[in-house]
């Protein structure tokens, strides 16, 4: 693969990643909270089915190819490139050290019978999900500065 084409599937790639981060975040974990705790933890349970699944299949390629496009990728936006990069980076720890962890606890609960501080263990989920979903749009804004820095020059 060409630099520029790199380049370009990676924003694409990251791009998704965000707008995916972003609607799960403020969108859909908001309403969740309005539910009734069973069907609250019901609903948390399937998303974290399917997104187990959605998810990586956007973000380790993404993220691969920030790498490669740091490696590849030549001229202006090099400062951009590894500002892309170390958000990537970030993002990956907070999910597999912070969101993870807490996905595979939640999905074994049985919801009519949930642990006592279930409530808390969400909490501590949001509080690192907001940094996770900052850390993905902000890897996607470093790429399309670096992709607008490079190509303005």
Known sequence: MSGGVVQYVGLFLLGVLAGEELIVRYGVHPVLSSLDDRAHLLARQALIRRLRVV???V????????????ATVTGPGLALRWATLIAMVVFLLLSFLGTVPINIKVNDWRVDAPPADWKAVIHRWARIDVLRSTAASAAFLFA?????????S
Do not use: D, K
Not at 144 to 152: D, E, I
């Open 55 to 57: 998810v990586p299949i």
């Open 144 to 152: 399309v500065l670096a992709v607008a820095y490079g190509t303005a």
């Open 59 to 70: 973000m380790l390629p993404a993220a691969a190819l920030a790498l490669v496009g740091l």
